[in-house]
Every structure is written in C-alpha cells, then in structure tokens.
C-alpha cells in the first residue's frame, strides 16, 4: 500500500500508517504549517504523537486538560498518550469510561475506533477487531465523511489479518 492509500489521520500533513495503525506526520511543511495556525491544544497533542513524542505530548495533555477537564477530545488523546506509552490497561479504561456518555453522538465511532487502536498495540487482534467493525458500522450508520469509513476499513481489515496468523 502506498502512501497515497494511507488513511487520513484527519490532521494536514498526517497519515495513518496500515501497518501500524497509527498517525505519522508525511508531509512535514503541512503540518507545521497547519499547526502554527491552530491554537488548539489538541492539534499539538495529536501531532506530538504522530511525530513519536509522547512525553512532550503527555505534558502538552495535562497542561490542557487542567484548563478544559470535560473534553470529550482531550479525553480521548489522553488515552492516546497511555496507549502510545504502552499503559494499555489505562488507556482502555479511560475510553471505556467515555462510552456512556459518547453512546449515539458523533463521538461513538471515534471512541470504538480509539479502543480498537489500544487493544491492537497490545496485541488483541480479535478484541481490536471487533471495536474497529463497531466503529465502522457507526460510521456507515451515520452517515461519516469517507476518510473516516476508510480508515475504519483499513483497521478491521489489518486486525483481521493479525488476528488470523496468532
């Protein structure tokens, strides 16, 4: 798969790498640019992670969810700051403890998407698997932009495949 066929990380500059599932930065000047014209907090954090910088990012996230607790966002790159750390089980509580409030908003999707994320860098292809079918069938459901359907395809689809060699 080549670069174009990477999934969005719905970031300028940013892709989802198929293999790994996770964001990379691929177009460097888009993204600082992008970046420089943000004053969201969550923009550094996620472009953090996506160049590989969980500690910046980890203090970038306390910094911000100090200023904006309920977040719904912050909240969810929290737990990417754990999963990127590889504090799984930490990171999955957190969105798991999102769920009842995310349950039938836009936010539903993004968060059986975040899960899935979690499970498959620890290894739990079927349990990675099964939360990247729910987010996209959410997505379908209601109806997402493309990049988002895809990058859910793209994720069941590479969760399938590991789950199927263990």
């Avoid at 940013?14 to 990379?24: D, G, M, W, Y």
């Avoid at 700051?81 to 993004?110: I, M």
């Avoid at 994320?117 to 459901?141: D, P």
């Avoid at 969760?159 to 199927?164: G, H, K, M, N, V």
Wanted: glycine share 6%; hydrophobic share 45%.
């Amino acid at each position: 798969m080549g670069l174009k066929d990477w999934p969005s990380a719905g970031f300028p500059g940013t892709a989802v790498n198929p293999k790994t599932l996770l964001p990379e930065v691929v177009d460097e000047e888009a993204c600082a640019d992008a970046l420089a014209a943000s004053d969201d907090a969550g923009d550094t954090i996620f472009v953090l992670l996506a160049r590989g910088q969980a500690a910046e990012a980890a203090e970038v996230a306390a910094d911000a969810r100090l200023a904006n607790p309920s977040s719904i966002r912050l909240q969810v790159l929290d737990a990417e700051v754990l999963r990127a750390t590889k504090n799984y089980d930490r990171a999955e509580r957190v969105l798991r403890s999102l769920l009842p409030e995310v349950t039938g908003t836009t936010n539903e999707p993004w968060v059986f998407q975040q899960l899935g994320k979690v499970h498959f860098s620890n290894g739990l292809y079927e349990a990675a698997a099964k939360n990247f079918a729910t987010a996209l069938e959410l997505r379908v459901a209601s109806g997402s932009d493309a990049s988002a359907i895809y990058s859910a395809t793209v994720s069941l689809k590479r969760a399938l495949d590991l789950a199927e060699q263990q």
